[in-house]
């Protein structure tokens, strides 16, 4: 069975470019995770979809952060404009939808550099 | 509110010897969930454990070991004759009613050969 895939795996951009990060969950999976894990720290979640609908997006910075679930299947994450803190791993999850008992399956994420 | 600590930032033992990491919760839900993940250093998450509030026996699984205790709240992890495959870091998580899941700091684990 296919994991989650993202893209791309590294990203170096100049602050205040943009950026964008695409993810294609588990097959079956109706729940989708965008986390932001800066270096040393546990994950953070920045949104969380359920199908093509938001949960929970109480922590995106949506000033500048936007994220799309079309179609209730891949996503993407955008940043616009970027800061230097936004230099992280972001990491996209799957699971399936309505059950606490399930567990989150992880991409490799997506390592930004922003300079 | 939900919160985990992971109170060992880093661990570091040498190949063969057991090491235990700690993970202690905090919830007022009746029914929830506990994980644990490991972080290699190519920096995927990958699924371990998953635990029940309502089931409290001990798994054990090849070299690694849960022991979850509610009186304590806690959910710690061992593991037996460590390699050096298991330097990673690794996650405690819990999830309750609001389907949230939510993270401990992380131990980062070191097995000098």
């Known amino acids: 069975e296919a994991g989650v895939a993202q893209s791309p795996r590294y990203k170096i951009i100049e602050k205040r470019q943009s950026v964008a990060f695409w993810c294609n969950p588990i097959?079956?999976?109706?729940?989708l995770y965008w986390y932001q894990q800066i270096l040393g720290q546990g994950p953070k979640l920045l949104i969380q979809?359920?199908?093509?609908?938001?949960?929970?997006d109480s922590q995106l910075p949506k000033d500048r952060f936007s994220a799309e679930r079309l179609k209730g299947v891949d996503s993407t994450l955008k940043i616009q404009p970027a800061k230097l803190e936004d230099s992280a791993v972001y990491l996209c999850?799957?699971?399936?939808?309505?059950?606490?008992?399930?567990?989150?399956?992880f991409g490799q994420g997506t390592r930004l550099t922003v300079v | 509110a939900q919160k985990v600590t992971q109170a060992q930032t880093e661990i570091s033992v040498v190949e063969k010897e057991d090491v235990t990491l700690d993970c202690v919760y905090e919830t007022r839900d009746t029914t929830y969930y506990l994980f644990w993940y490991k972080q290699p250093p190519s920096g995927e998450l990958v699924f371990l454990i998953r635990r029940n509030s309502f089931d409290e026996q001990n798994e054990i699984s090849g070299r690694y070991s849960w022991n979850f205790q509610k009186s304590t709240s806690s959910f710690n992890f061992t593991i037996t004759a460590s390699q050096v495959v298991d330097s990673a870091v690794y996650f405690c998580a819990q999830r309750g009613s609001n389907y949230q899941l939510i993270w401990g700091a992380g131990t980062k684990l070191i097995i000098k050969p």
């Open positions: 999850a799957s699971s399936f939808a309505g059950r606490l008992n399930t567990e989150a399956f």
């Open positions: 979809f359920q199908n093509n609908g938001v949960v929970d």
């Open positions: 097959s079956g999976h109706a729940t």
